[in-house]
C-alpha cells in the first residue's frame, strides 16, 4: 500500500518568508509525527498527533514553528519568518495507532534551503 | 530524559565482511529500542526493534542486534555485508512508559567497499 508521502520534496525559500510542508500519512494510521533532521542536531522529535488528544509540541524549537492536523489525516507543518538556522530536511512519520510498541513509518522528508 | 550515542560516524567494510555497528543509550526508565536505516535521499526504513523476551532480534537484510540491559547496549551487526548495506544507520529508544517520540543517535555511515 502507499506510504508516508510529504510534499514539497525541496523547498527553496528567502529569509522572514513563511513556509508550509505537507505530509500525507498512511492511511488509517491514527498517529502522526514530525521530525527534524540537520547537519547540526542530528535527528530531532517536533511535534505528535495522536487522534484527538492534544498534541505533543514539546519539540518545537521556537514560536515560529506550529502544527496541524485536519480532519486527522493530513497534517500541514508552518514555519513563520524562517531563518537560516531553519534549514534541513523535515521528515514525517505516522504509526498506526501511537503505541509506544508500534512501528513509525517515514516518509522521504522535505528538503528546506532558507536563503 | 534518554540519549543515545553512536561512537562510530563512519564505518568502512569490505564486501562480504562483517560489521558491527555499535549504539549505546541512557535512561533511568524502561525503553524500546530500534535501528532504522536510511539510503541516500530517501526516509528511515525500520531494520528491526526490541521490544521485550528474546535479546537477540533478527531484522531485515539479515541484520540482527543484541539487547544487553547490563551494558545499556544494542550493538547491529551483519555476518556478510553487501554493496547494497552502503547507508546511514540510525539507534532509536521510545521510553515504555508513554510518550511516543523516538531519540535517535548522531548515526552511522556504513561505506562498503569492493
Known amino acids: 500500500g502507499a506510504g508516508v508521502s510529504q510534499s514539497p520534496s525541496n523547498k527553496v525559500t528567502e529569509k522572514g518568508k513563511d513556509v508550509e510542508l505537507r505530509c500525507d500519512p498512511i492511511?488509517?494510521?491514527?498517529?502522526l509525527y514530525w521530525y527534524r533532521q540537520s547537519l547540526g542536531q542530528g535527528l530531532e522529535f517536533l511535534i505528535y498527533?495522536?487522534?484527538?488528544?492534544?498534541?505533543?509540541k514539546s519539540g518545537l524549537p521556537s514560536d515560529r514553528f506550529s502544527a496541524e492536523r485536519t480532519g486527522g489525516s493530513v497534517s500541514t507543518l508552518t514555519i513563520q519568518r524562517t531563518q537560516q538556522e531553519d534549514s534541513a530536511v523535515y521528515l514525517c512519520a505516522s504509526s498506526k495507532e501511537g503505541r509506544g510498541t508500534d512501528t513509525q513509518y517515514f516518509g522521504p522528508g522535505t528538503r528546506l534551503t532558507v536563503l | 530524559a534518554q540519549s543515545v550515542t553512536q561512537l562510530d560516524s563512519q564505518v568502512p567494510v569490505f564486501e562480504e565482511a562483517p560489521v558491527e555497528l555499535r549504539c549505546n543509550y541512557s535512561s533511568s526508565v524502561s525503553v524500546y529500542l530500534f535501528w532504522y536505516v536510511q539510503y541516500p535521499n530517501q526516509g528511515l526504513q525500520l531494520l528491526l526493534k526490541?521490544?521485550?523476551?528474546?535479546?537477540l532480534v533478527k531484522g531485515i537484510n539479515g541484520f540482527e542486534a543484541e539487547f544487553n540491559k547490563s551494558q545499556t547496549s544494542f550493538h547491529l551487526r551483519k555476518p556478510s555485508v553487501h554493496i547494497s548495506d552502503t547507508a546511514e544507520y540510525f539507534c532509536?529508544?521510545?521510553?515504555?512508559?508513554?510518550?511516543?517520540?523516538?531519540?535517535f543517535g548522531t548515526g552511522t555511515q556504513l561505506k562498503v567497499e569492493l
Open positions: 532509536a529508544v521510545k521510553t515504555t512508559g508513554g510518550g511516543n517520540k523516538l531519540t
Open positions: 526490541y521490544l521485550s523476551g528474546s535479546t
Open positions: 492511511s488509517g494510521h491514527t498517529a
Open positions: 498527533f495522536q487522534g484527538n488528544s492534544a498534541p505533543d
